[in-house]
């Protein structure tokens, strides 16, 4: 079945590091999402591309980065300049332009 | 200033009384507005989109409609199974890029 993967389901991460979120989609879809959930609050778009070795920042973008290097994966690094990571992370996809975005099932990221 | 403002924030039904759910937007020239349904712990689920004024879509127990600015979900004789948060998301375009500006969701509880 196509789908998005994000993996792991749940990470935590020490003080001053930085951890890497995957996500990867089968779809074949060309644009790819990255979107910050906390409590009470809507979804957050944190970075997108539509298309490979292209992207742009989202609203918070600061504290993150990512890569695009193949159509089927778009992986985020928290940073440790992200001072307050602690969240849910959802990833994304869509066709270029095109709506629907279809979601994974996320990666709760907690600060140890 | 909030672009999608969602309300009721909470709602709590009897199963089989209907209810609707309201999304308001202030955004220009929109491209789409889109439903969906988040479980905890999981990513949304897509239900429906809309794109001019007075169209409509179903789906089970579900429709959705919308103004020039505001849709509605219209939840008919609702169960359990239905309770869960249901976010709206408007479409808009900076530039090339297209993305979606999301409400912060409406918690639904159906008790048996």
């Known amino acids: 079945d196509g789908g998005i993967t994000q993996s792991p389901k749940y990470l935590f991460r020490k003080e001053g590091q930085n951890v890497t979120l995957s996500c990867e989609q089968n779809?074949?879809?060309?644009?790819m999402y990255w979107y910050r959930q906390d409590p009470g609050q809507g979804l957050r778009l944190i970075y997108y591309?539509?298309?490979?070795?292209?992207?742009q920042k989202g609203d918070i973008a600061e504290g993150y980065s990512v890569s695009r290097e193949k159509k089927e994966s778009f992986p985020l690094t928290v940073t440790s300049a992200q001072k307050n990571p602690t969240a849910f992370y959802l990833c994304?996809?869509?066709?270029?332009?095109?709506?629907?975005?279809?979601f994974g099932d996320g990666t709760r990221l907690s600060i140890l | 200033e909030d672009q999608v403002t969602q309300s009721p924030e909470a709602l709590r039904l009897q199963e089989g009384e209907s209810s609707s759910l309201n999304c308001s937007y202030t955004v220009s020239g929109l491209r789409g507005l889109f439903w969906y349904r988040q479980d905890p712990g999981k990513g949304p689920e897509f239900l429906f989109t809309l794109y001019s004024a007075g169209e409509e879509k179903e789906k089970e127990r579900l429709k959705a409609t919308l103004t020039k600015k505001e849709s509605f979900l219209h939840i008919t004789a609702p169960k359990p199974e239905d309770s869960a948060t249901y976010l709206c998301?408007?479409?808009?375009?900076?530039?090339?890029?297209?993305?979606?500006?999301f409400g912060k969701g409406i918690t639904l509880s159906v008790r048996p």
């Open positions: 591309s539509q298309i490979v070795n292209d992207f």
């Open positions: 994304a996809s869509s066709t270029w332009g095109g709506q629907p975005q279809h």
């Open positions: 779809l074949n879809h060309d644009a």
């Open positions: 998301a408007v479409q808009e375009w900076e530039g090339a890029n297209s993305k979606l500006t």
